[in-house]
């Protein structure tokens, strides 16, 4: 069984999650698929796929205008929760500690945290990716795990790019982040990988070793394309 979630990001429509539903009803697969819609879609009905948001508050409550807390979440039916996207982290300045938070409340609100690691391109070409994969691993995932949390390692400079890591490159990075998951006592938690990952590529990337499943993006809002990949994950 292999992860499937597709993270739409600020796009889509309720008329699109509905037909990606019905598009979906018909799989015949043991790969789990969830979708990670925004705010606004969360409360959407379906018996097809979980659902889940892509970002949630480090606050229960309180006077933090435009938040979301792992509560209010937990009320509209979100099984899952993407945190320390690439995007956060650029866009918003987040930290390894501001992820670690953020996953910590979605846990104790019974949400599935995905926790997104990666380096940059500097990084890449500095030769600090396993560095700088490790920190982020032992410091956004909360102390004493009891339930399920997810990794996701995303490279930050293929992202959007249209890049695809080499298959070599993919597993190493899996690789890293499995030993320091079983360092940390948390041996067998699923990794994910995710960039630039389409149909025609998903096959490849999931047969890797300790590639648990995928982070999509852009190709997430296309149904047929999404089937697709959900089918083609090994």
Not at 67 to 89: C, F, N, P, T
Not at 124 to 129: L, N, S, V
């Amino acid at each position: 069984m292999k992860f499937v979630i597709g993270n739409w990001k600020m796009n889509g429509s309720r008329a699109l999650l509905r037909e990606m539903i019905q598009k979906m009803r018909d799989i015949k697969s043991e790969n789990r698929a969830v979708l990670c819609v925004p705010f606004t879609m969360l409360d959407e009905k379906n018996d097809v796929v979980a659902l889940g948001a892509q970002d949630v508050s480090t606050h229960e409550r309180g006077a933090y205008t435009g938040e979301i807390s792992a509560s209010m979440l937990a009320e509209v039916g979100a099984k899952y929760v993407i945190v320390g996207h690439s995007e956060r982290r650029m866009y918003h300045d987040e930290t390894n500690d501001i992820v670690r938070d953020k996953a910590t409340r979605a846990l104790e609100n019974g949400i599935t945290p995905i926790i997104c690691v990666g380096e940059t391109m500097d990084e890449k070409r500095a030769g600090k990716t396993f560095d700088i994969i490790t920190a982020a691993v032992r410091e956004s995932v909360p102390s004493d795990v009891k339930d399920t949390i997810i990794i996701a390692y995303e490279p930050r400079w293929a992202i959007g790019a249209g890049i695809t890591p080499t298959t070599a490159e993919i597993a190493e990075a899996h690789r890293v982040i499995a030993d320091t998951l079983a360092y940390m006592g948390l041996d067998g938690t699923p990794i994910l990988y995710g960039a630039s990952v389409n149909s025609g590529n998903v096959g490849e990337i999931t047969a890797i070793e300790h590639v648990d499943g995928v982070l999509v993006g852009g190709a997430s809002l296309k149904p047929d394309e999404f089937v697709s990949i959900i089918h083609s994950a090994k």
